[in-house]
């Protein structure tokens, strides 16, 4: 099993980032890592880009992803996938909803919203798992499970067993919303046939 | 809340989190504070906890006051703020230094290096030292948890309020803590103690000498507290640290050997010495101001430091590395160019209306103040021209006032929030009436602190708890104030706002507008029924009124002249707006702009 690894969660405040990085978080806490997360909150939340940190290994000191080291990257919006570039390397996953929130200067019509930003990085050779998370959760028949949806489809890239997921998802919610959360899970999961390959280095 | 890992006895906690803990295991009974990013969480989880008493304050000074009072009772007790919020609570905060406790005081200050929530980054550890203070500072939720029992120890022990600086990385850090029992709780009592409590100048000049005492004293206790502690590794390049850099050091230099400080101030200085003597190279990795090095530096130990590290915004491991070995960091993407996306007022954020009506008022200078409305500052709206602290706009409106007399007239406006203007506004519109001004004053009554994540006020009509409490009639209070004209207007309703700001603004005297109605994401709010918004494309001529308002659930979609003409447009259009539906909070601004009819209402189905 891999001894470390950093996850950065990024997208737009509102997005339920928040909910999708502390299952995560959760997850590797009931499989034994020492996990730190870190999360603005604030005027940064006010539909700003928002980003969450999450690292996790035997013991954890710094709660911020170093540039350069993020394995993973669970990203809720298109342009915000890219934005956050410097954290990435080249062996790194990118879980992308392939959802465009259009930042102000767009939505005034000040600047444009660019075409096929997820070039950007796969022109890097880093590995981009487009979602669309609101199709997977409106099939389900909850909107509002798109956040589970991305961590289903980003967990396949973790050593971490689904069971200790949906185990999370019992514990942590609601008991009303758990069902479909552990629906939304599993559909995610079954999204994305990832090679493990993250998990085998280091 | 309190959710078990692995062990009933230990949490996943933020550091703010930690710190309700640990401070309800301390034995805190009274805890008073004011929100601001990152300091809220600490009393929003604290109230939750039974045999302890939490109250939001009118600010901060108030909150230590509070505190220190509860001290003077024998209770231990707690103050809480960002650290702005410490310069309003400076007053009390140095001579309590005179006074000291009897029950222990903590005063906490929530840092914001990098500014993500805060109009700068002052270090707050520079009070510690200029006020006479010990100074604690933990690097992660658990040690914040573990090391406010021994603030409160040392607070009883040293006869001293001790301050704590935690900083955005330890307070909205979640991590494993450890959890323990409360301790048994102090007995309040009251004793007159003048020597001790009375600051005239006589009393105050024996307390001055005891703080010289005490100072030593504490100096003594930084020596053997195991908080300083001295984690062997390799001497070739050996580092002193504190707080949240601690960590990006051991990540940066794993090997190295480390004296890590846990209290900040007074410093270790034997402590400091030896371990200096016995490293080749000594580096001070601190965040922001060069303090510790500072003090290093005089007690006369050679050492680097803001040579090397930024002093400037936040560290991290990477920065912490870069700084002091260039050549081994590995080369990294460079970012790519990308429109930004700052944070913005809400759909139907009721303050939207109102700085709308002041941005087709060219003319005049905005002054503003700190909250959500603060992003008015940002285009389209561009409708506040300051900003500076919390309850600055009112003061600063009166001094251009005064400066541009005749040339000012009609051309000045305060803008400032309800909780703002409890907080310390009020003060600066006395002023104003007082010193006969004529600006005009418009408090952003939303009926909550929205900021910070909704907490209540003065003004809200309830506490902490959420239970009902006594809230302050504004208009009431304007007037007794002396205020002659109180107007309370509904900011949705743009047209009667801006017909009413017109005619205030050009009235030779202090006048108050009160643009009145909820925060949108009250969850009274979120409830009511209102109708959604709709656009009528075909009817849409692109002229961008409702564009301007800058609402994130209205965005425009530029077109060729070809497609223009294909969608049944003149070809001159460049492009048409549009209504998310699922984001719109049905407030009706940006129906009321559109001359077209292309923007309608309709039922809400959800």
Known sequence: ?202 | MKVSVTKTDRLWLSGNEAIALGAWEAGVQVASGYPGTPSTEILENLCSYEGVYTEWAPNEKVALEVALGASFAGVRALATMKHVGLNVASDPLFTASYTGVRGGLVVITADDPEMHSSQNEQDNRNYAFAAKLPMFEPSDPAEAREMLARAFEVSERYDTPVLFRITTRIAHVKGVVATGKRIGLAEASMEKVPGKFVMLPGPARTRRAAIEQRMTDLRELAETLGENRIEPGATARAFITAGTSYNYVKEAFPEAAVLKLGMVWPLPGEKIRDFAAGVDELIVVEELDPFLETHIKAMGVPCRGKDLIPSRGELNSFIVRQAIEPDKVGELFDPIELPMRPPNMCAGCPHRGLFYCLSRMKDVFVSGDIGCYTLAALPPLSAMDACVCMGASIGMAHGMAKALGEKGKGRIVAVIGDSTFIHSGITGLINSVYNDSYSLVIILDNRITAMTGHQHNPASGANIKGEPAQAVNLEKLCRAIGVKRVTVVNPHDIEATGKVLKKEIARGKTSVVISRAPCVLLPSEVKRKKPVYRTVTENCTGCMACIRIGCPAISWHPLTPEEAVERGYRSKQKGFSMITEVLCNGCGQCAALCKFDAITAVEDEG
Do not use: C, W
Not at chain 1, 40 to 51: E, Y
Not at chain 1, 65 to 71: S, V, Y
């Open chain 1, 1 to 202: 099993m891999k001894q470390s690894g950093n996850i950065l969660f990024t997208g737009v405040g509102g997005q339920g980032i928040l909910l999708a990085s502390e299952l995560t978080a959760y997850a590797q806490l009931a499989a034994g890592y020492d996990v730190k997360k870190s999360e603005v909150h604030g005027m940064a939340q006010r539909g700003g880009s928002v980003v969450a940190h999450l690292k996790y290994g035997e013991r954890v000191y710094s709660p911020l992803i170093e540039p350069g080291t993020a394995d993973i990257q669970v990203a809720f919006e298109e342009l915000e996938a890219v934005r956050y570039l410097p954290y990435l390397h080249r062996d790194s996953a990118v879980v992308v909803n392939t959802q465009r929130i259009l930042p102000p200067a767009v939505a005034t019509g000040r600047a444009s919203y660019p075409d096929n930003i997820l070039e950007e990085l796969r022109a890097r050779h880093i590995h981009v798992v487009a979602v669309d998370a609101f199709a997977v959760a409106r099939e389900i028949g909850e909107i509002r499970t798109a956040n589970v949806v991305m961590v289903g489809a980003m967990s396949n890239f973790l050593a971490v067993s689904p069971g200790i997921f949906l185990d999370v998802i019992d514990q942590r919610m609601k008991k009303g919303f758990r069902k479909v959360n552990r629906k939304a899970f599993a559909a995610g999961r079954d999204l994305v046939y990832a090679s493990r390959r993250h998990d085998k280095k280091r």
